[in-house]
T-cell receptor, first 114, second 117 residues
Framework: DAMVIQNPRYQVTQFGKPVTLSCSQT?????MYWYQQKSSQAPKLLFH???????NEADTPDNFQSRRPNTSFCFLDIRSPGLGDAAMYLC?????????????FGPGTRLTVL | AQSVSQHNHHVILSEAASLELGCNYS??????LFWYVQYPGQHLQLLLK??????LVKGIKGFEAEFIKSKFSFNLRKPSVQWSDTAEYFC???????????????FGKGTKLSVIP
């Protein structure tokens, strides 16, 4: 089945220790998104790639970076995680058309910062 | 910037009760509308979507939603809830406009539904 895969599902890191979260997709979608979701809150868009074009949200901290080496993969790098970065990180994909845009979500990676 | 309001933070119902969750958005143009559900410990799943046509859309598990353009609303309904419907429900809006951000989703803050057996 075509899908969005995130690895790992659970990640524990130490305060200030860099961490990388991975997302891959078999849907061949041209847009990939990274969201941060804290407990009982709406997903908050961090950034997205439209093909190779990177689009950062204005309020995304510099601590968060992303890479998309090819269509299938996208990475979220947190350079120096703080306690406030503990959250669920969601990857989503979509194939943008002129008439509609449906996003498909992965299962998420739950990040714990010690 | 567009916004999405979900007025109910937490709804508690008994099994077989009817459900209606409110969703209002602020954007004057054409929109795509979505309801996502997040069961405990699971990822976001699409419940239903509206792109165009019949404003009453039916989704999975007996859910439906009605788009009322004049009220900027897209309320979610189910005639009879089950314990397994216990989850968090998110309304999301994608404004159809040109330029950057034309394909982004704006989510509401979510409504937690607890169904008591």
């Amino acid at each position: 089945d075509a899908m969005v895969i995130q690895n790992p599902r659970y990640q524990v890191t130490q305060f200030g220790k860099p961490v990388t979260l991975s997302c891959s997709q078999t849907l061949n979608h041209n847009v990939m998104y990274w969201y941060q979701q804290k407990s009982s809150q709406a997903p908050k868009l961090l950034f997205h790639y439209y093909d190779k074009d990177f689009n950062n949200e204005a309020d995304t901290p510099d601590n968060f970076q992303s890479r998309r080496p090819n269509t299938s993969f996208c990475f979220l790098d947190i350079r120096s995680p703080g306690l406030g970065d503990a959250a669920m990180y969601l990857c989503a994909t979509s194939r943008v058309s002129s008439s509609y845009n449906e996003q498909f979500f992965g299962p998420g990676t739950r990040l714990t910062v010690l | 910037a567009q916004s999405v309001s979900q007025h109910n933070h937490h709804v508690i119902l008994s099994e077989a009760a009817s459900l209606e969750l409110g969703c209002n958005y602020s954007y004057g143009g054409t929109v795509n509308l979505f309801w996502y559900v997040q069961y405990p410990g699971q990822h976001l799943q699409l419940l239903l979507k509206y792109f165009s046509g019949d404003p009453l859309v039916k989704g999975i598990k007996g859910f439906e939603a009605e788009f009322i353009k004049s009220k900027f609303s897209f309320n979610l309904r189910k005639p009879s809830v089950q314990w397994s419907d216990t989850a968090e429900y998110f309304c999301a809006v994608n404004p159809l406009k040109s330029g950057a951000g034309s394909y982004q989703l704006t989510f509401g803050k979510g409504t937690k539904l607890s169904v008591i057996p």
